[in-house]
């Protein structure tokens, strides 16, 4: 191991005593952060009084009954395989429509010079600093005369809405990075601007995009707020609305927690397999935001 | 030199004014397209942003229950507000809220980035471990906490009495003195990973160099975080703070899921207060006013921060 490393630097500083205290901290850490997680997966195993009477143990045996159930909803009146479409829908419809848009709108700020260019940017920086709730008495009215109230295109709208400028305002930063030579040469071959940005831009920003969207997706699935106050039909909830929402039919169901437990692991389980598989350009997109 | 339209009349400066004319011209011919780029993005951001955030400020003035005529009152919804106990509490748990939270999302956050930039032995399991609840939804990760808390059955009163310390058992959201501070507990669990993976890009992003000068001998890791890693990652320090105070400030989720506002108004916040005196009892002008109010502060404390803390960036 060459001499100063991380590692090598680790064992000099990091003596003692100091040193123990340190790793119980992140061992413990670890094991807080991770346990309430496996807890929610565990229960989806277990039934109501086992859940109840024994929390820690282990489930003996392996089923699939409570995601059926709630799923269908054919004894809980609660059809989270609708629910979980109704996310599905929104979150692919907001980041197509959104990163349309950003992209558009980015590029031009980056490359045109136009007047109100600058003020655009200012804008865009003050929108970040305005809480949605301030948006949202207007909006439940305007979007009820528009019809699109318990409509997905509605919330599908609102959600662009709200992540446009942040995606925007960090396209337009990547944009200005783009080596314009490529552009121009294009542009020479008589090309016209939507042709360069379609054929030329665009291909070659698929990663940076991609980043964007992964940036996206998380705020998207997990949204109550707005889900809350526009979608107000049984049929019309999303995930995180149905969650928040969690009410069995009583009388008809016997178990209760294990239904919830599933449902939540519905809400779960595709976000944990998106992390896995996009660890990294998941860090580096959340850090990327927070640096601008 | 270019002639003028011999038509255009001979006075001075004529020459110059259809100069400036063409010049005009030309100018809006290369800004069109680029004002059809940002057509859409501006018009949706005009109709669902601009329109409905300006509407609000113009609500904040009237009565209105929604159907029917919107009486114009003045300052009467603000008048009231200030008069208003529950509003005041809300106000004041937001700030408590965004004082707490972010504290120990971002004291954690740095500890755990120190930590994990030493590379000590597993790094990458605590990386990810202390990473993961950041992706979970807010809604999911409330209703799981909610029923860790159950008084009778939660994992925590469960746990209490188990190891026969049944005593400290405690009606965690069902009593007002500990309710918000149980509720706290959950976004510093579920974010810290948050600032811990932003801060730890920033301390690996200072020159391996300005590391190597600083581990001399005698120097203390805590000096050396305070001195030399803290000053080198100031920008990205403010940074992620700032976005944890916003984020505290708008609280909505949580609150909804866990409490909903009780016992006894003990952990209403702003952001909630403005959804329940709207729409569930129908009061949306006062309403509104409760939102500009929301809205001023979350601006205030956004500007603040932009304007003293400044991102500059730090030249190594």
Same mark, same amino acid.
């Given at each position: 191991m060459a001499i100063g490393t991380p590692e090598h630097v680790?064992?000099?500083?990091?003596?003692?005593?100091?040193?123990?205290?340190?790793?119980?901290?992140?061992?413990?850490?670890?094991?807080?952060?991770?346990?309430?997680?496996?807890?929610?997966?565990?229960?989806?195993?277990?039934?109501?009084?086992?859940?109840?009477?024994?929390?820690?143990?282990?489930?003996?045996?392996?089923?699939?009954?409570?995601?059926?159930?709630?799923?269908?909803?054919?004894?809980? #009146?609660?059809?989270?395989? @609708?629910?979980? !479409?109704?996310? %599905?829908?929104? $979150?692919?419809? +907001? /980041?197509?429509?959104?990163?349309?848009?950003?992209?558009?709108?980015?590029?031009?700020?980056?490359?045109?010079?136009?007047?109100?260019?600058?003020?655009?940017?200012?804008?865009?920086?003050?929108?970040?600093?305005?809480?949605?709730?301030?948006?949202?008495?207007?909006?439940?009215?305007?979007? #009820?005369?528009?019809?699109? @109230?318990?409509? !997905?295109?509605? %919330?599908?709208? $609102?959600?662009? +809405? /709200?992540?446009?400028?942040?995606?925007?305002?960090?396209?337009?930063?990547?944009?200005?990075?783009?080596?314009?030579?490529?552009?121009?040469?294009?542009?020479?071959?008589?090309?016209?601007?939507?042709?360069?940005?379609?054929?030329?831009?665009?291909?070659?920003?698929?990663?940076?995009?991609? #980043?964007?969207?992964?940036?996206?997706?998380?705020?998207?699935?997990?949204?109550?707020?707005?889900?809350?106050?526009?979608?107000?039909?049984?049929?019309?909830?999303?995930?995180?609305?149905?969650?928040?929402?969690?009410?069995?039919?009583?009388?008809?169901?016997?178990?209760?927690?294990?239904?919830?437990?599933?449902?939540?692991?519905?809400?779960?389980?595709?976000?944990?397999?998106?992390?896995?598989?996009?660890?990294?350009?998941?860090?580096?997109?959340?850090?990327?935001?927070?640096?601008? | 030199m270019a002639r003028a339209d011999p038509t255009e009349p001979r006075v001075g400066g004529g020459e110059?004014?259809?100069?400036?004319?063409?010049?005009?011209?030309?100018?809006?011919?290369?800004?069109?397209?680029?004002?059809?780029?940002?057509?859409?993005a501006v018009i949706l951001l005009a109709a669902l942003f601009a329109y409905p955030l300006f509407d609000t400020l113009r609500l904040a003035f009237y009565k209105w229950g929604g159907l029917g005529r919107q009486e114009f009152v003045g300052l009467q919804n603000f008048r009231r507000l200030f008069a208003d106990e529950i509003f005041w509490l809300a106000l004041r748990n937001s700030f408590i809220f965004a004082i707490v939270v972010p504290f120990g999302t971002v004291s954690l956050g740095l500890f755990l980035a120190v930590a994990i930039s030493r590379r000590l032995k597993g790094w990458q399991v605590y990386r990810i471990a202390f990473f993961i609840p950041v992706m979970i939804s807010g809604v999911v990760v409330a209703t799981l906490w909610a029923n860790m808390y159950e008084y009778n059955s939660g994992l925590f009163n469960t746990v209490l009495r188990g190891i026969g310390v049944g005593g400290l058992a405690q009606n965690w959201l069902g009593d007002r003195k500990i309710a918000l501070w149980s509720i706290m507990l959950v976004p510093v669990w579920q974010h810290m990973g948050f600032p811990m993976i932003v801060l730890l890009a920033a301390i690996e992003g200072i020159p391996q160099d300005l590391h190597d000068a600083a581990t001399v001998d005698g120097v203390s890791e805590p000096q050396r975080v305070w001195y030399l890693i803290l000053p080198l990652i100031r920008p990205v320090f403010a940074s992620i703070t700032m976005l944890q105070i916003i984020g505290a400030m708008k609280v909505f989720d949580l609150v909804l899921v866990m409490t909903k506002g009780g016992p006894a108004f003990s952990t209403e916040v702003l952001g909630y207060y403005v959804f329940e005196t709207a729409f569930r009892s129908g009061h949306f002008g006062y309403g509104s006013a409760i939102a500009v109010v929301m809205f001023v502060v979350v601006f205030v404390i956004a500007y603040t921060y932009v304007k003293c803390v400044r991102i500059e960036k730090i030249e190594y």
């Open positions: 680790a064992t000099r500083l990091f003596g003692g005593s100091l040193r123990s205290i340190v790793y119980a901290l992140l061992i413990s850490g670890a094991l807080v952060e991770v346990y309430p997680i496996f807890f929610l997966l565990m229960n989806t195993q277990k039934t109501d009084t086992e859940i109840l009477n024994t929390p820690f143990a282990l489930p003996t045996r392996l089923t699939l009954a409570g995601f059926k159930d709630v799923w269908t909803g054919d004894r809980t #009146g609660m059809f989270f395989g @609708r629910y979980f !479409l109704n996310s %599905l829908v929104v $979150v692919v419809a +907001t /980041l197509i429509f959104m990163l349309a848009v950003s992209c558009l709108c980015a590029y031009a700020m980056a490359r045109g010079q136009f007047p109100g260019n600058a003020a655009l940017h200012q804008t865009l920086l003050l929108t970040l600093a305005v809480p949605a709730h301030a948006l949202a008495i207007p909006l439940y009215f305007f979007m #009820g005369r528009l019809g699109l @109230r318990n409509s !997905l295109m509605g %919330l599908t709208l $609102v959600y662009t +809405t /709200l992540g446009a400028p942040f995606t925007i305002i960090l396209m337009r930063a990547y944009f200005m990075r783009f080596p314009i030579e490529l552009e121009d040469a294009a542009r020479i071959d008589g090309c016209s601007r939507l042709g360069v940005f379609i054929r030329i831009v665009l291909p070659i920003s698929r990663g940076s995009i991609a #980043g964007m969207a992964i940036i996206n997706i998380n705020w998207i699935w997990s949204e109550l707020f707005f889900a809350l106050i526009l979608m107000n039909r049984l049929d019309m909830r999303t995930l995180p609305l149905a969650i928040a929402m969690y009410k069995p039919a009583q009388m008809t169901v016997e178990t209760v927690l294990q239904l919830q437990y599933s449902a939540m692991a519905i809400a779960t389980i595709p976000v944990l397999i998106m992390f896995f598989l996009f660890q990294q350009q998941i860090a580096q997109g959340m850090t990327a935001g927070a640096f601008k | 110059g004014r259809a100069a400036s004319a063409r010049t005009w011209q030309t100018k809006l011919r290369d800004a069109l397209p680029w004002y059809l780029f940002i057509a859409p």
